[in-house]
């Protein structure tokens, strides 16, 4: 079962603009972390925040966590062709953080 | 590091053969997850292992797949006999630690016609 649920299912934006995904999940987690996966490959892991975080940056990603309403966002700024991928929350539970359950993901598509 | 590998890339067979999926995670791992993805139910965790021991197979569909981790540099996941509705894209990732997430295999994608 899909522990996370991406908002939007698909998003397609100009190049430079910013882009933002969300994720709601339902139980509690010990950490989230976000993949990126391109056409035909596997999932690549982009960043991770956990539960007492509320804010990370990495680069041109910016994640936010916000516990009391089980969700998070992925802020992708100055958006670029390459970004042009799925991305995926994945969320490991309080009970060991090694088994991580994927939402259901968005996929972005960047407009040269 | 070549990363998790692999093999095959694709595979196609027919329904009711045996279909072995192979993994290598990347050395020092102590984690190693079989995944499978579709675009009905997205990724599912079929099975993950610790230090090379089955540590939850409940996502395991039925008898019909097993999967084993003879020592750390291996693993296999194997279906017999192979369905139709077995057709996805099979991933394996390794897992060294919280703070670095998964690594995770190109994939096998089975077809089974």
């Known amino acids: 079962s899909q522990q996370g649920e991406e908002d939007p299912q698909a998003l397609s934006i100009q190049e430079g603009e910013n882009a933002t995904m969300n994720c709601s999940y339902k139980?509690?987690?010990?950490?989230l972390q976000w993949y990126r996966q391109n056409s035909g490959r596997g999932l690549v892991h982009l960043i991770l925040?956990?539960?007492?975080?509320r804010e990370k940056h990495s680069g041109r990603l910016r994640v936010t966590l916000d516990t009391s309403k089980k969700s998070s966002s992925l802020l992708i700024t100055a958006s670029r062709a390459a970004d042009t991928a799925s991305y995926f929350c994945?969320?490991?539970?309080?009970?060991?953080?090694?088994?991580?359950?994927f939402g259901t993901g968005t996929r972005l598509t960047i407009i040269p | 590091d070549a990363g998790v590998i692999q093999s095959p890339r694709h595979e196609v067979t027919e329904m009711g053969q045996e279909v072995t999926l192979r993994c290598k995670p990347i050395s020092g791992h102590n984690s190693l997850f079989w995944y499978r993805q579709t675009m009905m139910r997205g990724l599912e965790l079929l099975i993950y292992?610790?230090?090379?021991?089955?540590?939850?197979d409940s996502g395991m569909p039925e008898d019909r797949f097993s999967a084993k981790m003879p020592n750390a540099s291996f693993s296999t996941l194997k279906i017999q006999p192979s369905e139709p509705r077995d057709s996805a894209v099979y991933f394996c990732a390794s897992y060294a630690g919280v703070t670095y997430g998964y690594t995770f295999g190109s994939g096998t994608r089975l077809t089974v016609v």
């Open positions: 925040i956990r539960s007492n975080e």
């Open positions: 139980t509690s987690i010990n950490n």
């Open positions: 292992f610790n230090n090379n021991v089955p540590i939850d």
């Open positions: 994945a969320t490991g539970s309080n009970f060991g953080n090694e088994k991580l359950t």
